[in-house]
């Protein structure tokens, strides 16, 4: 469920016509809503009641500022993948006893910076990563608490390019070798090993992947235990999916992956930590954008919109479908016509939709990409020398730029010209 609703014939963002915010930021524009945000978090929160816990939001989905303290502000705790996505969350208020870092090739600089600003765990996700976390904490007189993330060969199911589990992903150490990777990281006196992590993939809409694998986590804890490492915590990683189109069959629910943890994992015990991105932040944004023209192809008629692929790469990197519908809610009984939905970038690949049904539109028509707010903004480009456009977050009947579009000088003025020239 999201607060983009119509109302009186308009998209609404919450309290707020998506015109007004047109009107007032240009187009495109990525918008949040608060209320889909927090509940989303919530959700989460409460399917782990009654196991100690904590759901660290990975936040590569979506990382403005404004949406990490909405989601700090509830007491959400932070996966991050690099010492930027660190230095974003120690910015917006999260304490390092809640950031939590993942990721194969951390730098011993972002080691460093972890460990001397305050850190959760490290997710160690190699042998070779595991001696250069040892030496600097050795470094710098502390111990890193560590999880190892195994790698427990488990088909997710996905779309390839998200797919994270099997044995042929760069992810994790293989569930095999785990026994002696354990024993190995004991050994390493700035190391202090506390749990297991797993993460097998982004965009799951079965629970059953999540069952084999945490069916090995548990396996594993009580081999991990036999051999006397203190197994404490469990990471069992992101993954559930949204639900990108209504009329699709829908993802199991938070609750459902809650009830699934408690029964495979609740015995042993563990702390659970859970790492949710693109169930927290996808159904939360909208991609709003202005139809530039129409038009007519050999037999087919194209949507030249003012977003493009640089805004929202989803679409030609993942095959990805995002419902797109008019900001103006068609009347009752309009016939809807097909329509190839393009961006103006000077690629093929910027194509967000082909034969897409969709009412008549013509240019000055605003439309709106459904569950944006995922893997959306964070992954936009300045291709084209297309400035990255604003994001605004709704809270109620109030809206904020969030993250103001560059100008033109600002971006022209970020290269510098070697004085040969
Ligand atoms: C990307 C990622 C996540 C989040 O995945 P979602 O599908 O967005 O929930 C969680 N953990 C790790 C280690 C990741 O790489």
């Known amino acids: 469920m999201d607060h983009f609703l119509y109302r009186d014939g308009a998209l609404y963002a919450e309290d707020v016509p998506l015109a007004e915010i047109a009107a007032s930021v240009g187009t495109p524009f990525y918008v949040y809503s608060t209320a889909t945000l927090e509940r989303h978090y919530r959700l989460f929160d409460e399917a782990l009641e009654g196991m100690d816990h904590l759901v660290c939001y990975a936040m590569k989905a979506a990382s403005n500022q404004a949406i990490l303290k909405t989601l ?87 779309h390839a390019k998200i797919a994270t589990g099997k044995s042929e992903n760069k992810f994790g150490i293989p569930i095999a070798r785990a026994r002696a990777v354990y024993a190995q990281a004991a050994a390493l006196p700035g190391l202090d090993v506390i749990g297991i992590d797993v993460h097998i993939g982004s965009q799951l809409t079965e629970l059953a992947p999540f069952a084999l694998a945490y069916a090995k986590v548990a396996e594993l804890t009580e081999t991990l235990r036999a051999d006397g490492h203190d197994i404490r915590r469990l990471d069992l990683g992101g993954g559930l999916g949204i639900p990108y189109t209504r009329s699709n069959s829908a993802p199991p629910l938070p609750t459902e992956y809650g009830a699934l943890i408690r029964d495979t994992l609740g015995h042993l015990g563990c702390e659970i930590e859970i790492e949710p991105g693109r169930l927290v932040a996808g159904n939360a944004g909208l991609l709003v954008s202005e139809v530039i023209y129409v038009k007519s192809g050999e037999g087919r008629d194209f949507l030249i919109l003012d977003a493009a692929m640089n805004d929202l790469i989803r679409p030609a990197m993942y095959d990805a479908w995002h419902d797109i519908v008019p900001v103006i809610e068609p009347e009752a009984g309009t016939e809807q016509q097909p329509y190839d939905i393009v961006g103006p970038v000077c690629e093929s690949g910027d194509t967000f939709a082909k034969q897409r049904m969709m009412p008549p539109l013509v240019a000055g028509d605003l439309v709106a990409f459904r569950s944006a707010g995922a893997y959306g903004a964070v992954m936009s480009s300045e291709y084209n020398t297309r400035p990255m456009i604003p994001e605004v977050l709704v809270h109620e009947h109030q809206f904020a730029v969030i993250r103001a579009r560059p100008t033109f000088d600002e971006m022209i003025n970020r290269d510098t010209i070697p004085e040969w020239l």
């Open 72 to 158: 700090a502000a509830l007491g959400a705790g932070m996966d991050v993948v690099s010492g930027g996505e660190y230095l974003r969350a120690k910015a917006a208020g999260v304490p390092g006893d809640r950031i939590v870092f993942s990721g194969i090739g951390k730098t011993t600089d972002e080691m460093r910076l972890a460990l001397e600003g305050g850190i959760r765990q490290f997710n160690v996700e190699s042998e070779p990563e595991m001696i250069a976390l040892n030496a600097a904490a050795l470094d710098l007189g502390v111990r890193a608490p560590i999880t190892v993330r195994v790698n427990p060969d488990v088909d997710a199911k996905t």
